[in-house]
């Protein structure tokens, strides 16, 4: 009798199932968890062992043998396997695809888990060469062998060489020849952690900290916190005390933040008051200080692990503790590929490791506050500012009665004038980047458009350039119209634009612009909110960018520009939404002794949600929602999932959503409604017409089995070969 085991195995491609393999002839059979190079097809690929079984719907006979192990051990361990597949079946996403959002892209390439890097070094030949006589016929030659002598006989990884010197590869080949330098290869090393001083005492905690405090460290195992408090209100140093607490049981601690703009500040709070170097993981990491870290965190020799939205899936092996801040956030939900939310993931990982999750916002989604009505998660309220700090003082500019120049009202101009002349720092907000948002003739009126979608192109000034903010698309700015010949002119405000009224309105003045356009060079971000932290900059212009966590000690005017955008949105999020981002970036006004203000220019004060939202701030917003919410039957009161599909003829992407929506009908679920198939909002992009298929219902589990039976026929239908399609279950963004 065969004893050999059938290895299920996890092989990136967008297929709903394992594969079966047999191990190597005379190898022992690799555990779950440990990755294997397989046979696919007429292809090699890299794959991961999920578990075995004594059998298989195919014959031992037809199935094939793993090519080799890569692991003498697993590299993730069963709660990990449990986390990929609860992922892969909640957001009905093939597994090996979510196998390989889990794992750092070295690992997925089949490097080893502690990889060599390749080095080059100067040789003993090299000694008695005249660098000075070198330089004057091969100067590149030269400074590669004065480079190489300098950093010693270890010499110095390609990394680091192509930082301090791009092109010396090519001065390098002649060297190679000549035998005056060698390569080699080495382990890679992490990068250096700075030293770290004695951590800091932090301030005193008030009242309503320690009540939150003490009620988290009262818990036993598992339970959901809401950490909702006011901007200002102390939220950090709750976060603090408890990753201390972790720390001192010698656990480990995951903290998730949004966007890597928001790392360095937190980073070094965390620095000097723990006297811990965190491992980081985010997007803007080279490969091998990626699997650096999450080799570390692995293992359990990093105890503090932060990170953006895919650091979820990192392994811990003595997790204590998982925080995640500003979970409104919508960059914690991928909307792209694998359409996870790794907010929702930290609440059921957590839950299976049985430590507590803790969830800080001052603008919570209403589905935490939801679950927080329902008991199953505890809300921790701070309602007021840490140190004594007022909340800022919120009035309407309205402009229908005051008119904007070139988006900057005079009222926001004195205010402006007036704050920073008692030495206070200004934010203009507008969340929108570019010069202009649309390019338009003069006579005729016409618009230049993408040719690829249904927007329009965004002015950039600077650059002279009409780009697509949707699919990347850009030209040369156009001179004049199209189609009739006549002069064109940018029409709106953008941030670009708003960053040049003001400085010709304050020219003695630094204005600051902080959006992704300005911030694209590596290390740009942090440059620029270390000096607006300082007060080196006078005037902040930016986007969303600014909204988010950020302190800024003399800032004490918000100003926002165009808030008038959220008031009339189609998606049904849209008051959440806006009150979010203005609560957001209101609260960077006045953190500290100084006194904030915040003046929001609108061509429709007399809306009711700026009295809602000025009366009773964004509590009375939510509360509102949630009513209508509860009587519309939309979330968090039922459940949605929404089938996309995407093809160079508008015919076919919804003859696929026709091909789903008959089959959902089949399989009869009586509490299921189905909207569609329509096209989305944006009808076409970057090419590709696009359509959408909603699925709605209150009976959470009914959707899913929906779902669970729908996918695997979606992948073999024949409709499936001409369109790109995904399921996106709890969406975020209906378009």
């Not at 010693?152 to 390609?158: A, C, E, Q, T, Y």
């Not at 919410?629 to 015919?651: G, M, V």
Request: hydrophobic fraction near 40%.
């Amino acid at each position: 009798m065969n004893t050999e085991p059938i290895l299920k195995v996890a092989v990136n491609v967008p297929l709903s199932r394992q594969f079966d393999y047999l191990p190597p002839v005379g190898v022992p059979a690799p555990e779950p968890g440990c990755r294997v190079l397989v046979p696919f097809g007429r292809q090699r690929q890299i794959g991961l062992v999920l578990a075995h079984a004594d059998h298989s719907t195919l014959s031992r006979t037809k199935i094939r043998r793993v090519l080799s192990v890569l692991d003498e051990a697993p590299l993730l361990s069963d709660a990990d396997l449990w986390l990929i597949s609860l992922t892969s079946d909640y957001y009905h996403h093939p597994i090996g695809e979510v196998v390989a959002a889990a794992l750092p892209a070295l690992l997925r390439q089949g490097k080893a888990l502690h990889p060599l890097s390749e080095h080059v070094a100067i040789a003993d030949s090299a000694e008695s060469v005249d660098i000075d006589a070198l330089a004057k016929r091969a100067p590149r030659q030269a400074e590669l062998l004065e480079l190489l002598r300098d950093a010693g006989g270890g010499g110095m990884d390609v990394g680091s060489l192509s930082e301090h010197m791009p092109n010396w590869r090519r001065a390098a080949r002649t060297l190679f020849g000549k035998g005056l330098i060698a390569r080699y290869s080495a382990p890679a090393d992490p990068p250096e952690s700075p030293l770290l001083a004695v951590a800091q005492t932090g301030p005193e905690l008030n009242g309503d900290q320690q009540a939150a405090l003490a009620t988290i460290r009262a818990g036993r195992g598992f339970a959901a916190y809401l950490l909702d408090g006011v901007t200002g209100s102390g939220k950090t140093e709750v976060y603090l005390h408890l990753i201390s607490d972790a720390l001192n049981r010698d656990k480990q601690v995951l903290v998730l933040v949004p966007e890597i703009g928001l790392t360095p500040q937190l980073v070094s709070r965390l620095r000097t008051r723990l006297s811990i170097e965190p491992a980081l993981l985010h997007s803007a990491l080279s490969d091998i200080a990626r699997l650096a870290a999450w080799r570390l965190a692995r293992s359990g020799e990093a105890k503090l692990i932060v990170g953006t939205r895919s650091a979820i899936f990192t392994p811990m092996s003595n997790a204590g503790l998982i925080i995640v801040d500003e979970e409104h956030d919508h960059s914690f939900k991928q909307q792209e590929g694998l359409r996870y939310s790794a907010r929702d993931l930290a609440i059921a990982r957590a839950k299976h490791l049985d430590i507590p999750v803790v969830l800080g916002s001052a603008t919570p989604t209403l589905e935490l506050l939801h679950h927080c009505r329902n008991g199953r998660y505890r809300r921790l309220v701070l309602p007021r500012r840490a140190g004594g700090a007022k909340p800022p003082r919120v009035s309407l500019i309205d402009l229908s009665r005051v008119p904007a120049s070139d988006g900057l009202s005079e009222p926001l101009a004195a205010a402006i004038e007036r704050h920073l002349e008692s030495g206070g720092q200004a934010l203009i907000f507008l969340n929108r980047r570019g010069f202009a948002p649309t390019l338009i003739c003069t006579m005729c009126g016409h618009v230049a458009e993408c040719r690829r979608c249904d927007a329009r192109m965004t002015v950039h000034a600077r650059q002279r350039q009409l780009r697509c903010h949707h699919c990347g698309t850009q030209r040369a700015l156009d001179q004049c119209c199209t189609l009739c010949g006549s002069a064109v002119k940018p029409l709106g405000e953008g941030t670009e634009r708003l960053e040049d009224v003001l400085q010709r309105r304050f020219p003695d003045r630094r204005v600051a612009r902080i959006d992704s356009d300005s911030t694209q060079r590596k290390g740009a971000i942090d440059a620029a909110l270390a000096l607006a932290t300082h007060g080196e900059s006078d005037i902040l212009v930016g986007t969303q960018m600014l909204s988010k966590g950020h302190h800024f000690p003399k800032l004490t005017l918000v100003g926002v520009i165009n808030a008038d955008q959220g008031l009339f949105g189609t998606d049904f999020r849209s008051d959440e939404r806006m009150a979010q981002l203005i609560v957001q970036v209101a609260g960077r006004a006045g953190r500290e002794e100084r006194s904030g203000e915040v003046l929001i220019q609108t061509a429709f004060p007399a809306h009711p949600f700026w009295r809602r939202l000025i009366e009773g701030g964004y509590a009375l917003v939510s509360a509102e929602a949630l009513a209508e919410r509860e009587a519309t039957s939309w979330p968090p009161f039922c459940r949605l999932a929404l089938i996309r599909s995407a093809a160079h003829r508008r015919s076919d992407a919804h003859a696929f959503l026709e091909v789903a929506r008959k089959r959902i009908e089949m399989h009869g679920a009586s509490t299921l409604q189905v909207l569609g198939p329509v096209d989305a909002p944006m009808a076409r992009k970057a090419g590709r017409y696009r359509a959408q298929l909603l699925l709605q219902s209150r009976d959470r589990k009914a959707l899913h089995a929906v779902l669970h039976e729908l996918r695997p026929n979606l992948e073999t239908d024949r409709a499936a070969r001409k369109v790109r399609w995904s399921i996106d279950v709890d969406p975020i963004e209906l378009f």
